[in-house]
Every structure is written in C-alpha cells, then in structure tokens.
C-alpha cells in the first residue's frame, strides 16, 4: 500500500508539473500578445499565438495517459479499501481534466467554481480540512451555468488567496466567493480571511495589476513574491469584455483580503477575443 501511496503522489506532481507549464507559457504567450494588439489595434496575433500554444502544449502532453494511470491507481485503491486516497485521486484527475484536458478559451462561472472545489478539496487533504470556501452566488440563478468566463480565471484567485493569506492560520482560513448585479455590471468577489496586507503592500500590488509592461517582467516579479496570477488574469478579463472591465483589489493588515472582477452583466464577449 506504501507503494500505492507513493504512486499517486507521483501522479499528483507530474499534473501539478503539467499545470504549472500549461498556465505560465499561456500567461507568458498571453502578455506579449495584449502588448502586439495595443501596438497595433488588433487582437489576431492574440488569436493565431494562442490557437498555436494550446497545440504545441497537447503535442508535448497525452492527456489520456495521465488519466488512464491516475484511474489505475484510483482501482488499486479501491480493491484495499483505502477511499480516501482513491477520492483524492479522482479529485486530481478531476482537477488535471479541467486545467488541461481542455483546449478552449472560455468556461462557465459554474466550470470554473467546479474546479476551484476540487482545488480547495486537495488543499485540505494537504493541509487536513484547514480552507473552507463558501459560495454566495445565488443572485445568477440559472446564469451560473452560461455566463462566460475565461479558463483559469477564478482557481488562480483562490489559490492566491490561500498561499498567500492562509495558510500559515492556525485555525481555518475562509474563501467566500459572492456575487452582485448591477444596472450594468456582473461584480464577482473573492473574499478570505487571511493575514491581509499592508498599505504599501496594497498598493504595490494594485500598480502590478493594472500596468501591463509589469507582465513579461515575470521571473523578477516572482522572485518577490508578486501577484503573477491577479496580473494575468486582469488582463485576460480586458481582453475578452473590454477595458471597463477588469479586477481591483481591496486588503487590510489582519483582517483580509477581497478581489473584486468588474464584468458586464449581458455576458458579451469581443468577438475579436473568439476568432
């Protein structure tokens, strides 16, 4: 069983591996394409270098074999009736399927929150049920299952929110992820109860987030520990809504932190974004 054991953390860092490589050359690509467009008014280069990365990352990658290897070891699991790996187990393959099985741009709200569950699920197998995510989106009734949202936009928020603001509580952290509808605007909030930030910190932060030069500064940027992943996804939320749209960022020192997505309420996309 030992070996079982050792098996499936194998597989778990070989997806987080995947994961990892998927997301910063999607991210890297991402950035040098939002300054191409600024440069000259268009956003194909954004479309044909992304199209190009997903194919490039598929060749390098079988899925299948992942999959099939990680059900294998679910199965042996299973016939020792050790459940609570074979549910991890599947968790992670349901987390590696998600981030990348999938060659498309956009997801749904309720995707997307499917896989910031199974994030939060194998965090507390990690870490023995320290995180607790609440969801607060009953406002969307239906809309949950439609509205678009672009692939990794709120699982890089909430793991943020974990490694940087709770993980080193004592007791549980909370992500509560909400939701508010305005005359004009769809407002998604992500919400802990971490340690926070300082006033500088804050503002060092935000001036990361909304200057797009910051991005390709990446590997100095992630030596101190910056917010990568907020940049990003700031970016790619202009990108596919608009430039109204976009993430700010709220923190005080020992009581939290919220991330605030501005999006618009019809859910309209660019079409520029699509082809």
Same mark, same amino acid.
């Given at each position: 069983?030992?070996?079982?054991?050792?098996?499936?953390?194998?597989?778990?860092?070989?997806?987080? =591996?995947?994961?990892?490589?998927?997301?910063?050359?999607?991210?890297?690509?991402?950035?040098?394409? *939002?300054?191409?467009?600024?440069?000259?008014?268009?956003?194909?280069?954004?479309?044909?270098?992304?199209?190009?990365?997903?194919?490039?990352?598929?060749?390098? *990658?079988?899925?299948?074999?992942?999959?099939?290897?990680?059900?294998?070891?679910?199965?042996?699991?299973?016939? %020792?009736?050790?459940?609570?790996?074979?549910?991890?187990?599947?968790?992670?393959? !349901?987390?590696? !399927?998600?981030? *990348?099985? !999938?060659?498309?741009?956009?997801?749904?709200? =309720?995707?997307?929150?499917?896989?910031?569950?199974?994030?939060?699920?194998?965090?507390?197998?990690?870490? !023995?049920?320290?995180?607790?995510?609440?969801?607060?989106?009953?406002?969307?009734?239906?809309?949950?299952?439609?509205?678009?949202?672009?692939?990794?936009?709120?699982?890089?928020?909430?793991?943020? =929110?974990?490694? %940087?603001?709770?993980?080193?509580?004592?007791?549980?952290?909370?992500?509560?992820?909400?939701?508010?509808?305005?005359?004009?605007?769809?407002?998604?909030?992500?919400?802990?109860?971490?340690?926070?930030?300082?006033? /500088?910190?804050? =503002?060092?932060?935000?001036?990361?987030?909304?200057?797009?030069?910051?991005?390709?500064?990446?590997?100095?940027?992630?030596?101190?520990?910056?917010?990568?992943?907020?940049?990003?996804?700031?970016?790619?939320?202009?990108?596919?809504?608009?430039?109204?749209?976009?993430? /700010?960022?709220?923190?005080?020192?020992?009581?939290?932190?919220?991330?605030?997505?501005?999006?618009?309420?019809?859910? %309209?996309?660019?079409?520029?974004?699509?082809?």
């Amino acid at each position: 069983m030992k070996m079982l054991i050792i098996l499936a953390l194998i597989a778990a860092v070989v997806i987080e =591996a995947a994961v990892i490589l998927r997301i910063t050359n999607r991210n890297k690509k991402l950035s040098e394409k *939002i300054e191409d467009s600024q440069n000259n008014g268009s956003l194909m280069a954004e479309v044909y270098q992304t199209r190009a990365q997903i194919a490039s990352l598929q060749s390098q *990658i079988n899925p299948h074999f992942l999959y099939n290897t990680l059900e294998s070891i679910r199965s042996k699991a299973i016939l %020792h009736d050790e459940n609570e790996i074979a549910e991890m187990i599947e968790t992670l393959a !349901r987390l590696f !399927r998600y981030n *990348i099985g !999938r060659s498309e741009q956009l997801s749904t709200i =309720a995707d997307e929150l499917e896989n910031v569950q199974n994030y939060v699920k194998i965090q507390n197998y990690r870490f !023995r049920n320290k995180f607790q995510l609440i969801e607060q989106l009953d406002v969307l009734g239906e809309r949950i299952e439609t509205y678009p949202l672009p692939m990794l936009t709120l699982q890089p928020l909430v793991e943020n =929110a974990v490694h %940087h603001g709770l993980e080193n509580r004592l007791d549980v952290g909370t992500v509560t992820i909400g939701c508010e509808l305005t005359e004009r605007y769809l407002i998604l909030k992500i919400e802990d109860n971490g340690k926070g930030m300082s006033v /500088d910190q804050l =503002a060092d932060l935000r001036y990361k987030i909304q200057h797009a030069e910051n991005i390709p500064k990446m590997d100095s940027l992630k030596k101190k520990g910056a917010g990568i992943a907020l940049a990003n996804v700031n970016h790619r939320l202009k990108l596919f809504y608009g430039e109204e749209y976009g993430m /700010d960022v709220f923190s005080a020192q020992d009581v939290g932190t919220t991330l605030i997505l501005m999006l618009p309420k019809n859910g %309209h996309v660019r079409e520029e974004a699509l082809q």
